[in-house]
């Protein structure tokens, strides 16, 4: 394969990682932006997304499992918000950060318990196996129809947050929520379904990602931080702005593992502290009322 080809190829690859990346990190970006909480468990959710699936999978085809399962994560995320994180509002936000990050110890400490402590092996489906060649282009079907799948569901969620009257309720009360309130507009179960929706993308990526990335406990470290970086760079409740920064957090990671491999773990941190010095509110950033 030519110098050109590999580049290409491992191009086509950062745009699969990347668009992954953009799911956690949309959902992480919504619940921070709407509840004001650092959702430290959030990748815990991305690894309950893979390991339900992975129990579904033996009796739901992978149309269904990719379905159910998110829909079940997001269904913890809601019990989560109702009996958790919702009487810590208005309190110390340090309170929501230690409770969600002692939530994602305890999530993996059960996911050892119920899954085990080694990895599991996860296929893609049968269809989607082998690889596919376009030109000096060389990727797997796998990773094309996570392409695929992912771009259809971020516009999808565009649509609902630009289109919507709910989508416009949750704009709304992310930039000011005792306005919101006034309007006679019940902001418990908004958040509460906000958290949901956060956390179902959460449970998406992790089960796009099964068989990408080793299933294993541990598996939420790799999402979490790359989330978190791609919040940042791209701006908090910027949606255009987390697509542009997930992409090019992917493509780069990708390419920094095919050519310099020693700094692929830290490449994305040194984008990060770059855009932080030009614009530190990240490229797309907003002004958001609740945290000026």
């Known amino acids: 394969m030519s110098e050109a080809a590999l580049l290409l190829s491992q191009v086509v690859n950062g745009l699969?990682?990347?668009?992954?990346?953009?799911?956690?990190?949309?959902?992480?970006?919504?619940?921070?932006?709407?509840?004001?909480?650092?959702n430290f468990a959030h990748g815990a959710f991305f690894?309950?997304?893979?390991?339900?699936?992975?129990?579904?999978?033996?009796?739901?085809?992978?149309?269904?499992?990719?379905?159910?399962?998110?829909l079940l994560v997001g269904l913890?995320?809601?019990?989560?918000?109702?009996?958790?994180?919702?009487?810590?509002?208005?309190?110390?936000p340090l309170l929501g950060l230690l409770l969600t990050?002692?939530?994602?110890?305890?999530?993996?400490?059960?996911?050892?318990t119920?899954?085990?402590?080694?990895?599991?092996?996860?296929?893609?489906?049968?269809?989607?196996?082998?690889?596919?060649q376009y030109g000096p282009i060389?990727?797997?079907?796998?990773?094309?129809?996570v392409l695929v799948v992912t771009v259809l569901l971020l516009s999808a969620i565009?649509?609902?947050?630009?289109?919507?009257?709910?989508?416009?309720?949750?704009?709304?009360?992310?930039r000011d929520p005792e306005m919101t309130s006034m309007l006679g507009i019940n902001l418990r179960r908004v958040f509460t379904a906000v958290f949901g929706l956060g956390t179902c993308l959460a449970g998406v990526a992790g089960v796009l990602a099964a068989p990408l990335w080793s299933v294993v406990p541990s598996m939420a470290e790799a999402a979490i931080m790359p989330a978190f970086v791609v919040v940042t760079i791209g701006g908090l409740g910027s949606f255009p702005g987390a697509i542009i920064s997930g992409l090019g957090?992917?493509?780069?990671?990708?390419?920094?593992?095919?050519?310099?491999?020693?700094?692929?773990?830290?490449?994305?941190?040194?984008?990060?502290?770059?855009?932080?010095?030009?614009?530190?509110?990240?490229?797309l950033g907003e002004r958001w009322e609740q945290f000026e």
């Not at 899954?115 to 596919?132: E, I, Q």
């Open 101 to 112: 990050f002692g939530l994602a110890l305890f999530v993996e400490e059960l996911i050892r």
């Open 138 to 145: 060389f990727v797997t079907r796998y990773r094309l129809a």
């Open 249 to 283: 957090v992917g493509v780069a990671v990708s390419l920094t593992i095919q050519f310099w491999p020693a700094a692929a773990g830290a490449v994305m941190y040194l984008l990060m502290a770059v855009v932080l010095l030009v614009r530190p509110r990240g490229l």
């Open 47 to 70: 690894a309950l997304g893979a390991y339900f699936a992975l129990s579904l999978r033996p009796h739901l085809g992978p149309a269904g499992v990719l379905v159910l399962a998110p």
């Open 16 to 38: 699969v990682l990347g668009f992954l990346y953009v799911l956690i990190a949309v959902g992480l970006s919504i619940i921070f932006g709407m509840l004001g909480v650092v």
């Open 158 to 174: 565009w649509l609902f947050l630009e289109k919507t009257p709910y989508g416009r309720i949750i704009r709304a009360g992310s």
């Open 76 to 92: 913890v995320g809601m019990a989560v918000e109702a009996t958790l994180l919702r009487p810590l509002y208005g309190k110390d």
């Open 114 to 132: 119920l899954w085990g402590t080694v990895g599991h092996p996860f296929d893609p489906p049968r269809p989607l196996s082998g690889f596919l």
